[in-house]
């Protein structure tokens, strides 16, 4: 088991999602740019790219200084395969719902994870 030392500088919670939920996440003060003006949000819409999705995905996924990575559902859908992939405990990885997209547990990589552990 790992000591606490090594996920003591992980204090910030990273975003990708649609406006609307990184507008409210901003406001209740998660926003962050770090010293290499590095942000811990992005901001997915009908034009962004699945590879710069996929992209910010594995930094926010390498980062030492992220804790929990949110990502909407139906966004995460887009990128579904790395999704399923990313096994590490730290940063921890939810899937959330949007305004526009309702969550879906049968969707949810880690509910499917955990689902398959307790014999589901």
């Known amino acids: ?3 606490s030392t090594a996920f003591k500088d992980r204090n910030l ?5 649609d406006e609307d939920s990184i507008t409210g996440l901003l406001l209740a003060g998660i ?3 770090n010293e290499q003006q590095k942000k811990n949000f992005l ?7 699945v590879a710069t999705i996929e992209s910010t995905f ?23 395969p790395t999704v399923d992939k990313y096994t590490k405990a730290f940063p921890t990885l939810l899937e ?13 990589s880690i509910l499917k994870r955990v689902q398959k552990l307790f014999g589901e």
Do not use: C
């Open 1 to 3: 088991m790992a000591s």
């Open 13 to 17: 919670i990273a975003v990708i999602g």
């Open 31 to 33: 926003g962050h740019i």
């Open 43 to 49: 901001v997915v819409d009908s034009k962004t790219p």
């Open 58 to 80: 594995n930094e926010y996924t390498e980062r030492k200084d992220i804790a929990i990575l949110l990502i909407n559902q139906h966004i995460a859908e887009k990128i579904r």
């Open 96 to 108: 959330i719902p949007s305004k526009d997209h309702p969550y879906d547990p049968s969707k949810d």
